[in-house]
């Protein structure tokens, strides 16, 4: 059996330039919680559950750390 390729998960450059400013820890956990959505997306949240078009846009939180994806 062959292991399923991890998702690609993008966010914007202004999200980008914004991580790079934070605490190393919490840059660490936004880049766990992105491995963990890469590695199955539809396992979290969706931001809008009301919008039929928005089905791969979704919600991670650990903590106070909120990610939309």
């Known amino acids: 059996m062959t292991a399923q390729q991890p998702y690609a998960v993008r966010f914007s ?3 980008a330039k ?7 820890p ?3 956990m936004v880049w766990d919680v992105l491995d963990a ?11 809008n559950a009301d919008d039929p078009e928005g089905e791969d846009i ?3 939180s650990v ?3 909120s ?3």
Request: aromatic content about 12%.
């Open 26 to 28: 919490v840059e660490d």
């Open 18 to 24: 914004l991580l790079a400013t934070l605490p190393e």
């Open 58 to 60: 979704r919600h991670a």
């Open 67 to 69: 990610l939309t994806y």
């Open 13 to 15: 450059a202004p999200a």
């Open 37 to 47: 959505a890469a590695g199955n997306p539809w396992g979290f949240s969706r931001w």
């Open 63 to 65: 903590g106070q750390l």
